[in-house]
């Protein structure tokens, strides 16, 4: 236990917040989570991921005598979360199958002479008669149970082991337990309260809201990889993220590919062999900018804070699914993404995988309820994160504005005499086709196959020519997600006619749809970087560079000594000395102890340093650059130093190279605009001007692709 010095238990535990952690003031429902656990009580937790479920139990454990007992699920991360906490000065340590005897026995003898604030431990470990029965000889402040929707044994997550976690109820009833969790559906929370005994506790919802977090949902064009690639080179170059694939052969097909095209990007499958695994793991939490394919086997209770987008190559298998998954992106609180490309195979296979499932009718049913919603969320045209909350028992009352929905509200129309057409074929060719050969047949095709069933003598063959083969593909992924049809089991893709569909047949029921997106070359989101464009590049970067030697040397993940955030607020507020250093949020006492005079040296020796450069300019050049910087146009410039404009242009690039410019000083363009060209560049073999004049279809001067070029090479 630290700090008794102050009376209250809500003082003491602010005083906790504030000279461990650094940080000002509790977030939402922390404070009073707290409260209610430093004085006993039991608490269920729901809480979105990044909403701070740690510090729940983790102040608790400091203001409570006795160790914290902290069950979670991953042997492989515990060690990550210890050393975070020892990074603030806390007494922590992790029992696991991983140590040596001797290890083991010094943390046993840490907890029973009761020097240890908190203690991990894997459920199987905990369970164990000689680890319970420890456990009631030690000074034991409270028990927390991270992820606790694994005790759900319909939830993608379940772990057996968790079950007989109810143990801890009947052996310590006095000692408080708190279970937190950031996706439990109203079935999953029941399971929760159920299953670990915690029928007494509080609930505290935070709700599952992750404003941070822009959903995007997009069509697969038949080039899944291809728009996967656009969007991380428009809108995340070099930073971390994850990509999603449903099968090994797909994960090691796309890191190698992303690989050729520059980006640091590893594959994680089961497949790999554990080595591997971890050592790619390892790189992702250690390493800048690098970006893990995996298969749904990697994420669980990662806590890289700075993961800047979560991208889906496959259809996750349910909304739950879906949101643990993306919620692994933006944990520190900044702006991330969401983004996923999906399409009509995706919808077949897993619905025949669902088909040929073993499982007993109940379970079946139940997931094919999960698939159907996960499609809907797909399908739909109204804001995402509305009915991602809804799913989750949470209600946002107004459209988010940072879905893709939201931002650029897809065109609907009314599909009902295509679907009848599209039903028909499938009854008319006998129900016994799929999807391809339809498209074909309403196409009125000319082909062997057709002629040989004699499909091109019904009433369906060529009515559909007002649309093309990709709509056509689009309007039956659509109703094959709305169940319209059903997919055969023996997986050969045929469609069948369902009774949903015969009100539509009928023309009793309209049928409204999203229309398919259009191919656009720009981009609809926005870079999500927040901080490599501050004010002062040089700190920021001097800082970062320091922060990476501190970890190196620890071998520890570079956001262990400081996060992103609180080097941004550094850079921000460029404090004088290390009282003004020690007000910056995310800086405990420790910190400042042990690296607080290392970063204050160099924020003195670097501030200020990106005024004075003009290095490496001629004099004609350094005359148009500080006439461009009084508010001349280039063009005012031109005619008053009877130059041409692609001389003055020629000189705005030399002070674009050596930072004194920025782009956005010499040309006026919109973000998307710039992106478009950037990407264009990024795409064309030899970078040449020619080509990608052309390739914009001539839109852009040359001197503004020339501006645009100098900015990415430096
Ligand atoms: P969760 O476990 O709910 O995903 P974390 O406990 O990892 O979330 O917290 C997310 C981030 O927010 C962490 O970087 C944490 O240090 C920070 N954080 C949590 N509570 C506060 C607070 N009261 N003030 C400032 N930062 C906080
Ligand atoms: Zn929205």
Redesign the pocket.
Known sequence: MLHTDTSKPADAALHV?QTI?G?????NQ?AEIVDHLVNGGDALVL??????????F?VPALVREGTAIVVSPLIALMQDQVMALRQNGIRASFLNSSQTAMEVNGVETALMNGDLDLLYVAPERLMMPRMLDLLSRAPLALFAI?EAHCVSQWGHDFRPEYIKLSILHERFPDIPRIA?T?TADGTTQREIIERLSLQEARVFNDGFDRPNIRYRITENQGNAREQLLRFILNEHEGEAGIVYCLSRKRVDEVAQWLSTKGMTALPYHAGLGNEMRQQHQERFLREDGVIIVATIAFGMGI?K?DVRFVAHLNLPKSIEAYYQET?RAG???LPADAWMAYGLQDVITLRQMQGNSTAEEGRKRLEQHKLDAMLGLCELATCRRQALLRYFDDNLDHPCGNCDNCLTPPETWDATVAAQKALSCVYRTGQRFGVSYLVDVLLGKEQDRISQFGHDKISTYGIGTELNSTEWRTLYRQIIARGLLHIDVEGHGSVQLTDTARPVLKGEEQLTLRKMAKISKKSQGRKTRTFSGAANNTLWDALRDHRKILATEQSIPA?MIF?D?TLAEMTERQPQNLEQLGRI??IGERKLEAYGQGFLDIILATAGSDNDQNDGINDTAANSISLLKQGKSPEDIASERKLSTNTIYAHLCQGIANGELALSDVISLNETQIKEIQFAFELSEDGKMKGVFEALDGEYDYNILKAIKVSLSI
């Open positions: 917040l952690y940080y000002d003031a509790f977030r922390q809480m979105p991921t990044g909403g701070g479920k740690s510090l729940c983790q991270d937190l950031a806590d804070p919620g944990r520190d609180g956001y996060h955030a949020s995310g």
